[in-house]
């Protein structure tokens, strides 16, 4: 892997950009899918249960590529679309935005990676965080 890149910044970087590409298209389908409540939930579940081998690339960082910040933010940019989606159709609670779903992500991702927890605990916590942001 080394051999590609030209120094382990530029490998974390890569695998940063390919991480958010990947979660960037799942957000855009949310945002376009015939059902918003079902595809919302089950991209937050997504970036929760996916976020720990993030979190731990880009703490070997010291600070943030630009190629990473950009696409992070068109992911953001979409979640935020799906959400809207969601509470157009009475399934979100209306007082809710992006960064309180942020927030409520990046909580479990990140102690999720400080200390992992069983799966089953880890699925029940983020039915807790379902319940608390959906409607029904």
């Not at 855009?28 to 081998?53: C, F, G, K, V, Y």
């Not at 990046?106 to 992992?116: D, I, W, Y």
Request: charge should be positive.
């Amino acid at each position: 892997m080394f051999r590609h890149f030209p120094t382990k910044e530029a490998l974390i970087e890569a695998a940063l950009v390919r991480h958010f590409t990947g979660l960037l298209d799942r957000a855009r389908a949310a945002a376009a899918a015939p059902d918003p409540t079902a595809a919302l939930q089950a991209l937050i579940r997504e970036m929760i249960e996916r976020s720990t081998t993030k979190l731990t690339l880009a703490s070997m960082l010291d600070h943030a590529p630009p190629a990473v910040v950009t696409v992070a933010g068109k992911v953001k940019t979409s979640v935020d679309l799906a959400l809207r989606r969601a509470q157009a159709a009475g399934a979100v609670r209306p007082e809710a935005g992006v960064e309180e779903l942020y927030l409520l992500i990046r909580g479990l991702a990140q102690t999720t990676a400080a200390a992992p927890a069983p799966s089953a605990v880890l699925d029940r916590a983020i039915e807790v965080v379902l319940a608390g942001l959906f409607t029904r």
